[in-house]
């Protein structure tokens, strides 16, 4: 018998108790194959054994198995040391130990092996407590921790605050040829919120133009009055075109009443006298990296309000005489473009176009704004200003007939214009 025994395992097992294999197993020289056999098939269903002792004083029946299959039924799950063979008798030094230990999931039955760790050390919890003091040499401020985000929310609003003051002076002192003395304010406000996400795009203006003007011996005259409030909201099909289904609402009115040089004592405009309301629905042109905006609108409905007494009965600005109002239904075209032409000089154009479908329709009420705004510093700028009316329906006084009646011609055009120069700071 080779001692070595490099391709074989020799070795016995005497007893299984219970169908289990015990911590501890001895070889016996007379046991029938039949019982090794079934030991070997226990062997295969091995939980955990801690070592596998084999004892004999007696020359015994050698039954040969091959290190590979051997290998195979128990590596990884156990260490195999194997002494030598001395006098063609078997050692007592066979130990299995294991290097795993099997669980067993209670509710999913599922069966896993984890590591048995080589060294057994604990570490327990010290289960003191104490207080450790610390001295503040300076009294703690009250400091303000700003928290910057590594990616910034959406922002869907987009806001523009607006005020502005445009002084104009004229003195003279001993001047020879002539002059008044002078001096005149605008003051110009403006709020715009606009909403866009996606599909949706919900833009809201409202702006507010006040100027006066004192000339010597003439006292305060009122050069600019306007109030206009501007709401559209439209919605589009996808995210690619600049085209969207829009609703608009457009009101139009002045602060306080107006004027006409040299008699300032009737008035021939006040608050709500006149006012205009726009309401329609169309089609909304926005592309906003041109800074150009076109809406067209089939169905239009235009209301023309005279809250004053003395006027609403002189017919004033189209309504019938007695009448506060008046409804006009039509088509509406309005444009806003703003471009820069040069550095630091920007051109708006504001342009509204109305035709009634039954009265006049192709007679078109024109109402224009072009601006031209020249940028000095952050809060200085010049600024150019035209503004073009044409109403069919405001009438102009031409004279006396030969009854001693006053009556009027059509409509004219209007026409407007303003240089200044002034503040304005936006927020």
Known sequence: MNRSLPFFLIFFIVSITNAQVTDSIIASSKLDSLKIVNALDSLKALNSIDSIRIDTTKKTDLIYIKRSLLDSLLNPFYIIEIDTINND??????????????????RTKDTSYVSIPK??????????????????????ELVRINITKQANDPVWWENVNSIGLDINEVAFVN??????????????????RTYEKIYTLWNNEISARYGLNEQQDKGLIKTDDEIRISSSYGYRKDSISNWYYTAKLNFNTQFTDGFKDPDFETPISRFFAPAYLFIGVGSQYNLRK????????????KSTFVFDETLSNEGAFGVEKGKNSRNEFGALVQGDWQIEIFKNVVMSNNLSLYTDYINNFGNIDVDWVLKFQF???????????????????????????????????????????QLGIGVLYKF
């Open 119 to 140: 060294v057994k050390d604990y570490i327990d919890i010290l289960k003191t407590y104490g207080i450790d003091t610390l001295e503040i040499p300076t009294t703690i």
């Open 375 to 417: 940028k000095i510093n952050n809060f200085l700028e010049a600024n150019f200003r035209t503004h073009l009316l044409y109403d069919d329906d405001i009438k102009f006084e031409s004279g006396i007939d030969e009854n001693g009646e006053s009556f009027m011609y059509g409509a004219r055009i209007q026409l407007k214009q």
């Open 175 to 192: 001047w020879n040829t002539g002059g008044s003395n002078s001096i005149s304010g605008l003051l110009k406000i403006y709020f715009s």
């Open 290 to 301: 041109k800074n150009l905006n076109i809406y067209l609108s089939p169905l239009t409905l």
């Open 89 to 106: 008798s078997i050692s007592n030094k066979i130990i299995f130990t294991p290097r795993y230990r099997r669980i067993i999931n209670s």
